[in-house]
């Protein structure tokens, strides 16, 4: 893998952009591409495991090859973000609720 994720964004980070990203397979000749959820991920190994750990050890259904590179979906007006940790309540993990009021006061809904 050309790129290094490690200590550049953690899946708690990823997780206030997004509930996923689009992965794309390390290997120049190949041009699979996937969905990252990271519901799955926060739930076994925690909110503040590496994204670089993980891209590391995914292998592409297509070529085989391990490692990717990560996409991050802010989403559109079509299509909303749908952020699991607040992205406005500093470096805790508060949980976003954008149907209710945060610990902070904004309205993400």
Sequence with gaps: MGHDWDGYISILDAARINDHCRIHCSNPSCDHAGRLDFAPIINRHGPNVGLGKILRTLRCQKCGQRGAFPITLPGTKENP????????????????????????GCRLG
């Design 81 to 104: 973000a749908r952020p699991i940790y607040c992205p406005l309540s500093g470096r805790s993990t508060h949980r976003c609720d954008p149907l209710g009021e945060c610990k902070d």
